[in-house]
């Protein structure tokens, strides 16, 4: 019975995973609201390591969906069309790079100073009045598909990536919010911030699972697999429907959401344990 309640545990914490990975709303603040309730058991190291599992389902959800448009050697693509590939892996890897050395810098510093609720709240709060500001300047988009991002564009959407390092900042958020502020339209700033999750939770997680030196039971390798699995069907779903709802939506009301979300986090964490 404890086994199929853990099960249940991870199935319900990859459908978290695979909606608010995507969703410009901030995975690891859902995620510690919610461990907080379910409590995953095995350890802080365990559930740490949980964490990184699910991401690849996430992962694997993106490859799957775009492998064709992402894949520079595809049978079906022209000569240009692999250009063009190639020079959009470019983009994707320069992108990349202020937040992946930041990250292999001061990965430990980072987790201890600002992986807390109060840090987590404040910043779903402040980012959550970032998106309707954003949303409600008048603006027209100057960028409106993935051939058209230079390489100084995708080097300044990564500089926005970098902020995401820290906790409630939400890695699709901030570059989602920073691409629309470069002049990329709503899908193209959604579909370059899905690329981009590619190589940086793939190397962000082989980061946390070399430095894991536990060792796994067949019984937590089926939770590990079981909130994996989940996380890939629900994130499949979550994209094409952000997709779908951005066509004739801003992203204002996931600024509503994070603002309530933050104060919620911040009521539970801080606010009830000072009067308790």
């Known amino acids: 019975m404890d086994f199929l309640i853990e099960i249940l545990k991870a199935i319900i914490l990859g459908i978290i995973q695979g909606i608010t990975e995507w969703l410009p709303i901030s995975s690891t603040g859902h995620m510690i609201l919610v461990d907080e309730f379910l409590q995953l058991a095995g350890g802080e190291t365990f559930v740490e390591l949980f964490l990184v599992v699910v991401q690849f389902g996430s992962i694997l959800a993106v490859v799957l969906m775009y492998f064709n448009r992402l894949n520079p050697f595809s049978k079906r693509k022209s000569i240009s069309e692999k250009k063009e590939t190639i020079n959009l892996w470019v983009k994707i890897l320069i992108a990349c790079v202020p937040a992946g050395i930041i990250g292999v810098l001061f990965n430990d510093q980072i987790k201890a100073w600002f992986f807390n609720p109060p840090v987590i709240s404040i910043t779903l709060i402040v980012y959550g009045v970032g998106f309707i500001v954003i949303e409600r300047r008048k603006r027209r988009p100057t960028v409106n ?9 995708a080097a300044q959407i990564g500089v926005f990536q970098m902020l995401a390092l820290i906790p409630g900042t939400s890695r699709s958020g901030a570059t989602i919010m920073g691409s629309t502020l470069l002049g990329l339209n709503r899908k193209t700033a959604s579909e370059f911030s899905f690329f981009l999750a590619i190589p940086v939770m793939l190397g962000a997680s082989l980061l946390d699972l070399i430095r894991y030196d536990g060792i796994l039971t067949i019984q937590n390798i089926a939770v590990l697999m079981a909130g ?8 499949i779903v979550a994209i094409k429907m952000l997709l779908s709802y951005i066509r004739k939506h801003s992203f204002e009301v996931f600024g509503y959401y994070r603002i309530i979300l ?3 986090v911040f009521i539970y964490f801080v606010v009830i344990p000072f009067f308790v």
């Open 145 to 153: 598909r993935l051939n058209e991002i230079t390489s100084v564009k």
């Open 228 to 235: 994996m699995i989940t996380a890939f069907i629900v994130s």
């Open 262 to 264: 933050g104060a919620i």
